[in-house]
């Protein structure tokens, strides 16, 4: 398994601004995802960050609004740049493990 | 595209059994279960590969049927701490290298167990 954790946990910016998410995991994994969570609604992945490569983004996500690094093995960072109020919501990371998934606290953005 | 989840909310009472479904349209290579409290991270139940297996944990299991891309998760006595959502994502048998970990989630179905 593995335990990931998410700084900062909540946050409420303005429009306009940017906003830097940190996913830290307790072990060196490969594959880290960022997902968003609508409350009350279901994940969707917003795209897929290997240590040493590009990240990829899901269709409907680009970089220039969500970029994201994996400067090594336990650490990643999304940007959520330019937010508006559409992009309030919850933001999650998450690790492989194998073949299982674990997901961090996620981050509970708003945006005024 | 989505997977299916049914029902859409369940209120059970303590020490009654549940069943929650997920259907795909696509092939799958897994299905992956996940139980959501409210303000906190989906917590990983288990995994299933394409190949039929059954798996169990306590009082949770689930099956998966390849060949109708469906699966289901039985909760059985059920608990009080079995309340939240439950998600299931998967991942299509088309998926290679690093796609393996690209889920794609059902709805998601709430489980509600009373006193």
């Known amino acids: 398994s593995a335990v990931i954790s998410q700084k900062p946990s909540r946050d409420i910016c303005q429009r306009g601004t940017s906003l830097t998410i940190q996913c830290q995991v307790d072990s060196q994994v490969t594959m880290m995802f960022w997902y968003r969570q609508q409350p009350g609604q279901s994940l969707t992945l917003i795209a897929t960050a290997n240590q040493g490569s590009e990240a990829t983004y899901e269709s409907g996500f680009v970089i220039d609004k969500f970029p994201i690094s994996r400067p090594n093995l336990t650490f990643s960072t999304l940007t959520v740049s330019n937010m508006s109020p559409e992009d309030s919501s919850i933001y999650l990371c998450?690790?492989?493990?194998?073949?299982?998934?674990?997901f961090g606290p996620g981050t509970r953005l708003t945006v005024t | 595209q989505q997977p299916v989840q049914s029902p859409q909310a369940v209120i059970l009472r303590e020490g009654e059994d549940a069943v929650i479904n997920c259907s795909s349209s696509?092939?799958?290579?897994?299905v992956h279960w996940y139980r959501q409290k409210h303000g906190e991270a989906p917590v990983f139940l288990m995994i299933l590969l394409k190949g039929g297996e059954q798996k169990g944990h306590e009082k949770i299991s689930a099956s998966f049927n390849e060949k109708k891309q469906q699966s289901s998760l039985y909760l059985t006595a059920s608990q009080l701490s079995y309340s939240g959502t439950y998600f299931c994502g998967t991942v299509p048998s088309n998926a290679g290298g690093t796609s393996y970990g690209k889920l794609t989630f059902g709805q998601g179905t709430i489980l509600t167990v009373h006193p």
């Open positions: 998450s690790a492989q493990v194998g073949y299982e998934q674990y």
């Open positions: 696509k092939a799958l290579y897994s």
